[in-house]
C-alpha cells in the first residue's frame, strides 16, 4: 500500500532523474549537491547547477517530519500532531533571454493523526512571450491532466493564473500554468493522485525541453538580456512578497539558502523601465483568463 | 499655530534642500523628477538620480489624503475618518562598495478626527562594516537626538536595531541608526516633536557625506563589487519581505515605481556565497545590541 516511505523515494528518485537529464540539456553544467538536516527531523538534497546555458538552477528534494508548529495546528483546526513533508521544487533561469524561466513543485503532506494532501504546480516565464511556446506548453500540461481527469487542465490552470500573480504590478509571473492544493480523497484515492502527482513530475523535462530547445542557441542583443535581467526583478517581488511556499519557509526557519535558490543569479532594477514596442507586447500578454491552447 | 499644511511644504523644501545637497555631493548626476497624482487625493514628487558616484538613488516627497481605509481604521480602533500623510523617504545606492547604502525616513500622519503623529529614521548599511565610521554615524545621530531629548538616542537606536533586521537570515540590515513611530504627544507638542523630525531630516546630507567623502574614490577590486552585489540582495529582501512601509505600499495600491525605488540597480543572488575573512568580518558585526558609540 502507499505510504510516505513510497512517496519519499520516488520524490528522490524524480530528482535524480531530472537532474540527470537536465545535465544532458544543458551540455556542461553539473548539478553541485548540498545534504542538509532539519534539526527537528528530516532534511534534505539540494541541488544547484551553474551551466553554460541554465545560468542558475535549483532542483530540491527535501522530506521532513516532527511536532506539527502549534500556529498551523489551530490554523487547520486540527490537535496537536506530528506531520510528514516531502517534494521536488525546480526553478531554471537560462543565460539566453529567449529561453522561459521554468518552475516546478510536487509535494505531499500528512499528520500522524490521518490528514494527507498533495500538491504542485509548473509555470512558465517567458521573458518574451511566444504564444504557440505557451500554447505547447498548456497543450503538453493538458495532455498530462487529462490523463488523469479531464476537470483538472481547466480547474488547474485557472488557479494557476491567480497564484502566480504579481498582484503589485497588476500583472501575471508570465503566461501561468497549473497549479493545484489540497489534493485529498475527494480527488480520488491516494494512490490516484501521487499517479498524478507523478504525471506532473515526470512532464517537466520535456515541457521545458520544448521551450529550451528551439531557443538556447538563438543570439540575443545587450537590448534583450537588459530586459532579461529586468524582468527577473518581477521573479523576485513574486517570490519574496507573494508566494506563500517562500513565505512559510522564511517565517518557520526552514533552510534559507535553498528556498531562495529560486532568485535569479543578477537582476537589475531600473525606475521607470523604457520598455520598446516589443516589450509591452510581452507585457500586455501578461494578464489572467488568456486560454493559450485555443490560439490560432 | 503648526498644522499640516506648514508640515508639507517644510518636508517639499527638505527634499529641495537634500536634492541639491546630493547632486553637488555626486557632481554629475541631475535628480529627474516624475510628479504623480494619487486618484483619491494627493500626490508626490519622486526624484530619482542615476549619477557618477551615486549608482541610483531616490528622494521622495509625497503628501497623500483622503478617507482612511476601514481596514486601517480598525486596526488603529477609530472610527472612520479622513486622513492626511506626509513624507520624505530616501535610499542611496553608491557605485563604490566603499560607500554605504544610507536610508532616511521622516512622516506626519493625521486624521480630521484629531489623531496625529511623526515618525521617521535613518540607518546605515555598509557593505564593510568599518567600526569608527559606523561610531562616527551614531554619534552625530546621538547629537541630533540629544538636542531635543537624551532618551531618544538610546531608545530609538534599540528601536532601529529590531526593525532593520533581516529575521530570516538572523542578520541586521547594516550597523543600524535610529527609528522611530508614533510620536504623539506624550514625546511633547506637536511642534517639539515637528522640530526633532526637521532636525533628523537636516542631519542626513552631513551624515552621508562623513560616510561618503573618506570613500567614494577608493579603488576597489572585482571581488569588492561582487561582494556590493551580493549585499544588495540582503537588502532587497529586508524591503521586499520585513520592511512594513514597502509592504503597506503594496497591499494598498501606492506608487509602486516610487516604493520600489529603493531596489538596488544591479543585484546578485549566488547560492551559499563563499564568504573570505574580510566579508565573514562584516558579517559578525550585523547583529543587534552593539555600542557603536563605545568603540574605541
Redesign the interface.
Known sequence: MLNKDIIIERFQALQDDICQKLESLDGVGQFHQ?LWERPEGGGGR?R?ITGKHIE?G?VNFSAVHGEMPVKICKALGIEPTRFTATGVSIVLHPHNPHVPIIHMNVRYFETVSGLWWFGGGIDLTPHYVDPLLAKQFHMGLKVACDLHDDTYYPKFKKWADDYFYV???KETRGVGGIFFDRMQSDYGSKEENFDYVMEVGNSFVQLYSDQFLPNYEKPFTDREKAWQ?HRR?RY??FN??WDRGT?FG??T?GN??SI??S??????????YPYNEREQETLDKLMKGIEWINYT
Open positions: 548540498d539540494t544547484i542558475k535549483g498582484k503589485h504590478r535581467l526583478g523576485v517581488e519574496l512578497v513565505k522564511l517565517d526557519d534559507i539558502e531562495l535558490m532568485l535569479p543569479p543578477v537582476t537589475h532594477w531600473t525606475y521607470r
